[in-house]
């Protein structure tokens, strides 16, 4: 074990976070928006679209994450090549965000279907004969009462999402785990065991924190009560 | 450009890694239950030392992504193996250390953590009652976690073991880096072998799919009956 290896490589690994951070902040927005978007077909039962969608989450639940990264990174620009559109060179980092919100959406719908179901009947019923329009009923009714049950898991997915980000190595991004591949062969395979403790190291701190920020959010919206908003309203 | 026929061959050709595939999964699944349950037994007793150590590396191994791990028990793993062995007396060459070793005693140590989650959950479902009246009846520990608790306990963990199942079948796929081939490896080797990427991998998706497909038909019947059973 060399610790002053570790410490001296340290500074390239923390040059790279910027990127992986990035991946994970879009495709977690753009993957929650998507599965928002799920959500709202499933549940208003659009025809056509209601089955595909039933389709495309049974998809990315049954397959592992790094063969859908292969699929789009090689198969997206032949599909787009038959509708017309010519991309010469796939950038892996797109190819990884894409994935990743693709992937991000259908995980992310199977936990906010259930909160919003889990929303009784009786408090759209109720919302609609206090004459609310549907975008107030939603705003200040369904959702105050979705983001406490939907909340816990939304922050495990986040945590997985950290994990499958070290995937995107793979199809040649280079992010922390392409660094280490790179630091390894430019030290002619020494040092592996130190270069992937100090990964190790890293992916745990970053997941600690956003563990604990979750965790605040959901101490913040405990401390926010609905009733109080609602009754405001009323 | 998508040539249906390779497709079809390749579908076949990756048919025949499944069964060694599920092979790996279910004793990755037999050991990773194995050590989850002796994790959730510490935790449940409150074993003064082993009690915080457990801790931290639980968190550890949640945060740590399994490729991270996979790489870093591929490099530490043989010596590891070598030292003990060598307290023993015997001579090992670090080197000789057959990855499908690595594969499973890494997956099998970072699912421990949360097949012992998920056997704790089944311990609370126990009702203190059951153990009471065993104990009531002169039962050791051993024979009330025998006879009492564990066949009530697997009862409410079984759909949760079934998931983490295909979890493990999907985190095989992992197991490509260290050069083990599974379903994704073979899809990756074939495509390699005629450079048709896309049909391998989607030849790869389908029996992916397929496989889960089958599986959560079963868990879902399964529960269907032990619901039943209350």
Redesign the interface.
Known sequence: MDITFMLEILPQFLSVLPITLLIIVVSTICGFLLSVLVVAIRIKKVRLLNPIMGMYI??T????????L??IY??LP?VL?LMGIHINDMNPTTASIITLIIYNGAYMSEVVRPAYLAVERGQHEAADSLGFSPFKKLYRIIIPQVAPIALPGLGNAI?YL??????IF?IGVVDI?GL?NIIISSNYGMN??EI??L??II??????LSEQMIKYLERRKQRLPYNGSTKEVA | MFQLDVLIEDFFSILKVVPQTLLLAVIILILSLFMGGCLALIQRKKIPILFTIITVVQSFLRGTPNVVLLYLGYYSLPFIVQYIVSLMGIDFNPHQLDPVITVIVVFSISFSVFQSETIRGSLHSVERGQIEAAQSLGYGFFHTLWKVIIPQALVEALPDIMNSFLVIIKALSLAYLISVVDIFGQAKLLGAYNFSYIEAFVAAAFVYWILCSIFTLFINKFELRLRKGY
Request: net charge neutral; hydrophobic share 60%.
């Open positions: 049974s998809f639940r049954s397959t592992p994450i790094l063969l859908q292969f699929l090689y198969g032949v090549a945590i950290i994990h499958d980000t070290s995937l793979a785990m280490a592996q065991i992937y403790l990964i190790a992916y745990w701190i970053v997941s600690m």
